[in-house]
């Protein structure tokens, strides 16, 4: 699987503190090894986000990405669940 990161992700993803980006690093390793393990409760998205899917990474914090077919992920968006999603 190739995991790419979008522009604004990188942005945010440096504004947020150590601890999360270390939690977020630790989960994209469980994505990588089973998409399905549960406790990433990846699900698709709807609305405004339709077509993406998110990914949990504790209990607040959320990544959003978009798959490209089978073998490609990009990571588009992370933050709190109000600031995704309002």
Request: no cysteine; charged share 20%.
């Amino acid at each position: 699987m190739v995991i790419q990161y979008a522009s604004q992700f990188k942005k945010q993803y440096k504004k947020l503190p150590k601890k999360f980006q270390i939690q977020f690093d630790k989960r994209l390793l469980l994505f990588l090894s089973d998409q399905t393990i549960p406790q990433l409760h990846v699900h698709p998205l709807i609305g405004k986000f339709s077509g993406y899917w998110s990914l949990n990474v504790n209990g607040d914090l959320r990544a959003i990405y978009l798959k490209k077919g089978e073998e490609i992920v990009i990571f588009t968006l992370i933050g709190s669940h109000t600031e995704l999603y309002g």
